[in-house]
């Protein structure tokens, strides 16, 4: 039996009035939620037209030229503006009938094409409940037929199955929200060897061990620890809203752990470094679940990933960012203040859901708006946009590609001093430890 898809009645329309803007095809994105029992579309996103294409007013004739790289490349856009609990969940082509054969195969490179890219970004492990499947669309621009089916992106042999796909309204309109605020204090040594000192690289690792502990840490949902198995909403009184959206919030708190177990060895790491990076601060974080019976095991599945997701998702646009302003060939940087991507919400029309985004201090509403079309093809007022964190400084440090014979003195002091704390289990780094406020980025080195 193929799997079922819940479908937010509004896509219907969306979807119909693509297919008479644009000839002879249009792909895109399907956004919603996964769950055991059903799956949820609640948005559909057409992917956006090339510079070339919006000055010239044309679309490629056939499917064999479908820009694989140009749609990948706006999933992974699309799905850092995702808060937990949502992802890109299939894609879409809206096709003539003397196109419709070539559909589906054009369909299935982009599913496998997008899942790829998506899951490389990824900080955290897929869990065995984790539903495999995702949609492949297609639409008859002509006759309106619709065809479903599904493909296991973790089998690249794998064949389409059959799916249905079902309108439904207010379909996310009273979904459940869990909020909250995470502290991060997490510091990150760089290599004496490591070359040309990659922040980026060496920022993904210590965020990979970072995201273990969240992996590993005690939920507290409004104050109360709660079995995996359990109803999210057991013991409260559900709302009940058809074509008002309302969200029930639940109030998380997360618990890291100190320290592993009596049954766990710890060993010391002795490393010899040239410098450190320092990610200090408080991140807000969000995830949405479905109200059909939600379990815990989902709500709180949900929100680790938006924890995980939010603060590497910040380090990767930050990094971007200095790329465009500085260049990639800058190796040392001088001294500089910047300021870390701030988290904001939007509403969707009739969802009780919110879709997330960054922006620099300097941003005005003016361009989120614009990246809120272009993205996610959606109108934003300024008034609504919801800022969730304050103004954040990043500091970074230089790091000189060579140490001179005092500093690699140092070192090898160091390194004696290392060695002989070994044993009683002291980790010791050759660097200094600079904090800054709230929640900052700092790169630095002795």
């Known amino acids: 039996m193929g799997r079922t898809y819940f479908v937010e009645e509004a896509i219907g329309q969306y979807l119909s009035d693509l297919n008479t803007k644009l000839k002879p095809y249009v792909t895109g994105l399907l956004i919603g939620q996964c769950s055991p029992q059903r799956d949820y579309v609640i948005r559909a996103v057409r992917t956006p037209p090339k510079e070339e294409q919006k000055e010239d007013n044309i679309s490629p004739s056939k ?44 369909l299935r490179r982009l599913i496998f094409s997008v899942e790829k890219s998506l899951t490389k970004r990824r900080l955290w492990k897929p869990a065995e409940e984790d539903v495999p499947d995702r949609a492949a669309l297609q639409i008859c621009s002509a006759t309106k037929k619709v065809v479903c089916r599904t493909y296991d992106v973790r089998d690249p042999k794998s064949s389409a199955k059959p799916a249905d796909w079902k309108y439904q309204s207010a379909l996310s309109a009273s979904w459940l929200a869990l909020d909250c605020t995470v502290n991060v204090n997490i510091h990150i ?14 920022t993904k690792n210590g965020l990979n061990r970072w995201s273990k502990q969240i992996e590993d ?13 359990t109803e999210l909403l057991e ?22 752990q100190l320290s592993q177990g009596s049954s766990h060895r710890s060993t010391a790491t002795v490393q010899v470094c040239s410098g450190s990076i320092n990610l200090k601060g408080a991140v807000k974080c969000r995830a949405y679940i479905h109200n059909n019976k939600p379990k815990v095991k989902e709500a709180i599945q949900a929100l680790k990933r938006d924890i995980i997701n939010t603060l590497s998702d910040r380090c990767e646009i930050l990094f971007e960012d200095l790329i465009i302003n500085e260049g990639p060939h800058k190796k040392n940087f001088e001294r500089e203040y910047h300021v870390l991507p701030q988290r ?27 990246r809120f079309v272009e993205m996610l093809d959606q109108s934003v007022q300024a008034e609504d946009i919801h800022i969730a964190e304050e103004i954040n400084t990043v500091d970074i440090c230089p790091v000189t590609d060579n140490m001179d014979d005092t500093q690699q003195k140092q070192v090898t002091k ?14 010791i780094a050759a660097a200094v430890a600079v904090f800054a406020s709230i929640f900052s980025f700092n790169y630095f080195s002795d």
């Open 414 to 427: 160091a390194t004696l001093l290392l060695k002989l704390q070994q044993n009683i289990g002291v980790v």
């Open 189 to 202: 040594p760089l290599l004496a060897t490591s070359p040309n000192h990659d922040l980026e690289k060496n």
């Open 63 to 106: 499917l064999a030229s479908v820009d694989e790289e140009w749609i990948t490349t706006h999933a992974t856009q699309v799905a850092q503006m995702l808060p937990g609990g949502l992802l890109v969940l299939g894609v879409f082509i809206i096709a003539t009938p003397e196109l419709s054969k070539d559909s589906q195969n054009a």
């Open 217 to 229: 840490s005690v939920f507290l949902i409004n104050g109360q620890v709660k079995d995996d198995d």
């Open 235 to 256: 013991g409260q009184k559900k709302l009940r809203g058809n074509t008002q959206s309302s969200t029930q919030f639940s109030d998380v708190k997360v618990l890291t």
């Open 344 to 370: 904001l919400f939007v509403p969707v029309a009739g969802s009780s859901v919110m879709l997330s985004d960054y922006k620099f201090g300097d941003e005005a509403d003016g361009e989120i708006q614009e």
